[in-house]
């Protein structure tokens, strides 16, 4: 069964930074590509960044370019997200989500984890 | 950034209808497209990628067409389980980007 599961989400204050994981079991993390999706309260869903298999290919969307970085590391079967420069409008639940076999549509999704930025 | 407008961004249908929801693309997306589904409290579901291609284990009652910048998601007989919101996915290209959202509720 494929699972996802993120951590690391926190209240924190306006300028910091956080990390956040994603631990991924039921699949091969090496053959597919993973990406962050996140829904601030009461809205609707926001793509934050893709990461493809190998790290080649990486995208992330213009509100959190130059202050997000995703990562993956294979072997422990885990997605990243390093989140610098936090701000107001960056509180959101954060879901992890597995490309498809043949396709780069959101599959699998997480249950998501919960970021609030807050002084 | 190509920009996903959806509409309507709610209605209100009964238990055997037919719903539709239309996304369209501030510029092409090849087939890149894609649908959820979300309910409350809960992550989002695929439905539809490739355009037209329905994830497994999805009803047929839901199909997905379209091409190039107008695409539709349809819901025949609606069921109960069906009330919640739609979102269109583009992943065409980068940054890829989601529609509003269509809120589809019980009249």
């Known amino acids: 069964e494929v699972q996802l599961v993120e951590s690391g989400g926190a209240l924190v204050q306006p300028g910091r930074s956080l990390r956040l994981s994603c631990a991924v079991s039921g699949f091969t993390l090496d053959d597919y590509a993973m990406q962050w999706v996140r829904q601030g309260p009461g809205k609707g869903l926001e793509w934050v960044s893709t990461?493809?298999?190998?790290?080649?290919?990486?995208g992330y969307a213009d509100s959190v370019k130059g202050r997000f970085t995703i990562s993956r590391d294979n072997a422990k079967s885990s997605l990243y997200l390093q989140m610098d420069s936090l701000r107001p409008e960056d509180t959101a639940l954060y879901y992890c989500?597995?490309?498809?076999?043949?396709?780069?549509?959101?599959?699998?999704w997480g249950q998501g984890t919960l970021v609030t930025v807050s002084s | 950034a190509i920009r996903m407008t959806q509409s309507p961004s709610s209605l209100s249908a009964s238990t055997g209808d037919t719903v539709t929801v239309t996304c369209r693309a501030s510029?092409?997306?090849?087939?890149?497209l894609a649908w959820y589904q979300q309910k409350p409290g809960k992550a989002p579901k695929p439905l539809i990628y490739g355009v037209s291609t329905l994830q497994s284990g999805v009803p047929s009652r839901f199909s997905g067409s379209g091409s190039g910048t107008d695409f539709t998601l349809t819901i025949s007989y609606l069921q109960s389980e069906d009330f919640a919101t739609y979102y269109c996915h583009q992943y065409d290209s980068y940054p890829w980007t989601f529609g509003q959202g269509t809120k589809v509720e019980i009249k």
């Open positions: 989500a597995k490309g498809g076999s043949r396709d780069w549509y959101a599959e699998s």
């Open positions: 510029q092409g997306v090849s087939i890149n």
């Open positions: 990461i493809n298999w190998n790290s080649g290919s990486i």
